[in-house]
């Protein structure tokens, strides 16, 4: 949900509150009012009863709409006004209303009498009616035109925002250019617009730093390294004994790990670093059967029964770099981890499914614990533990979806596009 769109059904709501509570304020005070004003009529009725009274000078009762006189032979209690509601039969309406009855004691010319007067009320319900209607109406009328100034202000006031959006969409820090941010006059979005520009600056400056220290640091390690592996093949050539070859052959050993390892770690910073991140449709099928024919020859040699089905003309959205280090990866796994007799690898390749199956040693923990990085099945193997963390992470950049499943000694992994 936008964030316009919160903050107008935020204060649509709230403001709904505020109509009820309102609406209940304004019905007492209208009410207290009405009353103030009907006795005030009541009153002003009263002493024109009494004008009335001092110039005839009634001896008999007179009932008339609305007004009674009754002369009283002895004294009563005079001035003593009272207010009541009662129901009196409305002349005009033709049924009993709700009236407003006043009663007093008064002495006029020397003689007593008592006055009531009655006046029709204004009821509560009326009111009620009148203020709901009324509410009913601005809430709407508030409605709309919040609807309408919520509209406006998205494409007006937060316009600037959306651009500073579209600007991020479209940076790209492999281009190494400066952050273009459109210009506002709006105090926030400057803010916002100038601490996108300071932290697009940092990163793209660490990305360079980082991508130059992979790169540098990749060719230099790999110079000494081939260095230090020919001098050994020369001493290994030489008038040694067979103590002296074995340490020979276990220390080349160690710098042909060491430089597996710096290209491992090379690779999973160009992942990274998105340096394959343009995917284009790449023939899954003919790049699966190049591959197993590449490796037909060492699996043979290790004693590994190899069955396949391979459907034909299968293409993924990939980079295609990615895609052949991705089975690469997932064949030397399955030979490197077979058992050493009666092992089997099988591959199945159908329309969004990519399988291999493979015999070896069962886990003594979770599968998934494997896509970490240096982390292996065996400790002591010689193995980097990095072939599953590459594999997790093309199939992470690429979209595609990675099951590990292992039963006993069967290892399965599924890729899906």
């Not at 130059?212 to 592996?229: C, D, G």
């Not at 981890?337 to 690898?345: A, L, T």
């Amino acid at each position: 949900m936008r964030l316009i769109t919160k903050i107008v059904l935020i204060f649509l709501g709230l403001s709904f509150i505020v109509f009820i509570i309102g609406g209940v304020v304004t019905v007492q005070i209208i009410s207290n009012e009405v009353k103030k004003e009907e006795r005030w009529f009541l009153q002003e009725r009263l002493r024109s009863t009494e004008k009335y009274i001092e110039r005839r000078q009634p001896t008999r009762d007179i009932i008339r709409d609305k007004v009674i006189i009754l002369p009283q032979q002895d004294s009563i209690e005079v001035d003593n006004i009272m207010f009541s509601d009662t129901i009196v039969y409305h002349s005009t309406l033709e049924r009993p209303e709700l009236h407003n009855k006043l009663e007093v004691g008064k002495k006029v010319e020397g003689r007593f009498y008592k006055i009531t007067l009655y006046d029709i009320i204004i009821e509560q319900d009326d009111i009620v009616d009148g203020v709901i209607e009324s509410l009913v109406k601005t809430y709407l009328l508030l409605f709309v035109v919040v609807l309408l100034g919520s509209w406006l202000l998205s494409r007006g006031l937060l316009k600037p925002f959306e651009d500073t959006l579209s600007a991020i969409k479209r940076f790209d820090i492999k281009e190494n250019e400066p952050f273009n941010l459109p210009k506002t006059d709006t105090k926030e979005f400057k803010r916002l617009n100038e601490f996108i520009h300071q932290m697009s600056q940092k990163v793209m400056a660490d990305y360079q730093s980082l991508k130059e220290f992979t790169e540098n640091a990749s060719h230099e390690i790999q110079t000494p390294i081939s260095i230090a592996k020919g001098k050994l093949e020369i001493l290994q050539n030489g008038n040694l004994d067979e103590e002296q070859k074995i340490l020979v052959s276990e220390a080349s050993k160690s710098l042909t790990n060491l430089s597996k390892l710096g290209n491992t770690l090379t690779l999973l910073a160009k992942i990274d670093n998105q340096e394959f991140e343009q995917k284009e449709s790449v023939d899954v099928s003919n790049t699966l059967e190049d591959l197993l024919d590449e490796y037909e020859e060492l699996i043979y040699l290790k004693g590994i029964n190899l069955s396949k089905k391979v459907s034909e003309d299968i293409e993924w959205s990939i980079h295609p770099v990615l895609l052949e280090i991705l089975i690469t990866n997932l064949l030397n796994n399955a030979i490197k981890h077979n058992i050493p007799e009666g092992g089997f690898i099988k591959v199945y390749l159908k329309k969004n499914q990519l399988i291999i199956e493979n015999s070896g040693k069962p886990l003594n923990h979770k599968p998934e614990l494997l896509f970490a990085r240096f982390k292996k099945g065996n400790q002591s193997s010689s193995s980097l533990g990095l072939g599953l963390a590459i594999i997790q992470k093309i199939c992470k950049v690429s979209g595609l979806k990675i099951n590990y499943i292992n039963k006993e000694q069967l290892h399965q992994i599924t890729i899906e596009s």
